[in-house]
């Protein structure tokens, strides 16, 4: 057993462990950790404490996979309703779907019985239009949001601060090797706007008999490069968790053009086995790592490439 999540998981990796050691299903122990991570308003970047789009709406992206069967589900730009990861999970049970957007995935979400609700808190409103306040002029102020937003998406998006996520990769007492993610996105992004989180192969995937790999950063290169699902596809074609991972970091080394930033990766194989690297993200970035020796999940650090 193993259980690998970034450092925004603090305050639902001790549930996810617990969930593990009790031998529960994996993937439900992921989306129960996560759901705790939307919840908690000081996470910054997913659920309640993420920040809104460009309008000042909260948009949440999720997905999951279960590696057993390769079955996924996902929602993105999902208004008003958390934990987006346990829609997405439904998304992936009940329907023959894998990935709901919008008004659909916003019906799907009441329709299985959560309430809609406030998801922008006071604070990132308050954020978001100081920001505005910064980029637009007096009289473009005034005619907001009647006006176009192209211009705005590359000036406002503040770059580090809001481009991160929440991903749980988990390996439970059956073998069984799952994913899960969630994400406000990039605060200010242009509405409508799909990261890497819900996209399977991209910002994650899993296979029980390999491994699993989730991305946070900026989800614009990881979609271009298949960068969960290449790590994977390496194990199956032989490479040993270190080297699939440093193929897709060389794949995304190698992008020309298009919007390029920092990506961090994480991955598990079905030895137990676990890497962490920092892509050009700026400082240090942590991780959190539970194995059932270990009295409680650990706080570790990435591996930093440049
Ligand atoms: N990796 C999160 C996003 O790009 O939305």
Redesign the pocket.
């Known amino acids: 057993m193993i259980l690998l999540a970034n450092s925004e998981a603090w305050p639902g990796i001790n549930q996810s462990a617990e969930a593990l050691a009790r031998g529960e299903n994996g993937l439900d122990a992921l989306v129960e950790g996560i759901s705790r991570v939307e919840r908690e308003v000081t996470v910054r970047s997913v659920g309640y404490g993420g920040w809104p789009n460009m309008l000042g709406v909260m948009e949440f ?1 999720a997905g999951v996979m279960d590696g057993n069967t390769r079955e996924t589900g996902a929602v993105g730009a999902l208004r008003d309703v958390i934990p987006a990861a346990q829609v997405a999970r439904e998304v992936m049970r009940r329907l023959p779907h894998t990935l709901l957007t919008g008004d659909g995935a916003r019906r799907f979400a009441l329709e299985i019985g959560l309430k809609p609700e406030e998801t922008l808190i006071e604070d990132s409103r308050k954020v978001w239009w100081e920001r505005l306040e910064k980029e637009l002029s007096p009289e473009d102020l005034k005619r907001f949001p009647e006006l176009p937003l192209a211009s705005l998406s590359r000036s406002v998006t503040d770059p580090e601060r809001v ?1 991160d ?1 929440t991903v749980f990769l988990g390996q439970d007492k059956a073998g069984g090797i799952h994913s899960a993610t969630s ?1 406000s ?2 605060a200010w992004k242009y509405p409508g706007r799909l ?3 819900p996209i399977a192969g991209a ?1 994650f995937y899993a296979d029980s008999r390999y491994g699993a790999a989730a ?6 290169m990881t979609v271009r490069c298949g960068t969960a699902r290449t790590v994977v596809l390496a194990m199956k074609l032989g490479y040993s968790l270190a080297d699939a991972v440093k193929l897709a970091i060389d794949e995304l080394a190698e992008l020309k053009g298009g919007f390029l930033a920092g990506v961090v990766l994480h991955a598990i194989d079905a030895h137990g086995n676990h890497e962490v690297v920092n892509f050009r993200c700026p400082g240090e970035i942590a991780y959190w790592i539970w194995q059932p020796s270990m009295s409680a999940p650990e706080r570790h650090m990435a591996k930093i490439i440049k």
Do not use: A, I, L, P
Not at 215 to 220: D, I, P, R, S, Y
């Open positions: 992206d481009r996520t994400t996105g990039w990261g890497d989180s910002g991305c946070t950063h900026t989800g614009e």
